[in-house]
């Protein structure tokens, strides 16, 4: 989506507003003990009491070979993305991190953000992967001025990942947003500055760092959403939906406890 009227703004900004205050409820309901199927029926229920539409249920990304079934993913441990609540209730326990991703339609236009939080306190090495990979996404969107490229962001990300010593997950990265929930640009997680697409004043763009703990390399599911670390390790995935601007990136889908 390319913003070019005040309304456009204003509407693509309410959105964020309500999908930041979704996101944190449920971030707040995380708890060992709780199936991962109440954090999906609860962000249905928080999306449409508002008259909004949860994007992602039964939308089929391109390639896919089914529609998505939820209205939130939830990714656990060494589940990188999409991983599927209402077909894999799993329980969470204590000690375990999760990532929360969710986008939330309202007047037609479309956000997505994404948080990874631990179930009760983790160990060191997980709240490392979980700082670094926030700060890839802050390192990211401090890239986004008209006239940077593409590459200026995967850049960003990457280096704050790998000196924190944990690894990006290459075959996934953010995405242009607004009118779809995926739109152009594909945007990587790693890259060289100056390449790439030049970026623009008005653009709406998602972007989604995602690292892991160990090797880089993933594995798709059975259930043909849920992608896994090959090798076990833990996933962190952080991401918000951003418009550029002439003079800052504003962060559309800040959460309460971030502003
Ligand atoms: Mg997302
Ligand atoms: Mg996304």
Redesign the pocket.
């Known amino acids: 989506m390319i913003v070019r009227t005040q309304e456009q703004k204003e509407t693509l900004l309410e959105a964020g507003k309500r999908l930041g205050i979704v996101l944190e409820t449920l971030a707040q309901a995380v708890s060992p003990g709780l199936s991962v199927d109440v954090l999906d029926t609860m962000a249905e229920k928080l999306i449409r009491e508002k008259g909004d539409i949860p994007s992602f249920l039964n939308y089929t990304p391109e390639d896919f070979p089914r529609p998505y079934p939820a209205s939130l993913c939830v990714s656990v441990n060494d589940e990188i993305v999409h991983g599927i609540p209402n077909e894999n209730p799993r329980v969470l326990k204590d000690g375990d991190i999760v990532s929360l991703?969710l986008g939330l339609t309202h007047k037609k236009v479309i956000v997505?953000s994404a948080l990874t939080v631990s179930v009760g306190k983790t160990d060191k090495k997980s709240y490392a992967l979980m700082d670094a990979t926030a700060s890839a996404l802050e390192a990211g969107i401090a890239t986004l001025k008209p006239g940077n490229h593409l590459g200026d962001i995967g850049r960003a990300i990457q280096e704050v990942i790998e000196h924190a010593g944990f690894a990006v997950v290459k075959e996934l990265g953010?995405?242009g947003?607004g009118d779809e929930v995926?739109e152009e640009p594909y945007i990587s997680n790693y890259g060289k500055p100056g390449d790439g697409q030049e970026l623009v004043e008005g653009m709406v763009l998602?972007l989604?760092p995602i690292s892991s703990a160990g090797k880089a390399s993933v594995v798709l599911g059975n259930d043909d959403y849920t992608y896994r670390t090959r090798d076990g390790s833990r996933s962190a995935h952080f991401?918000h939906t951003i418009l550029i601007e002439k003079d800052a990136p504003l962060v559309v889908t800040r959460r309460p406890s971030e502003i």
């Open positions: 991703d997505d953010g995405h947003v995926h998602a989604e991401e």
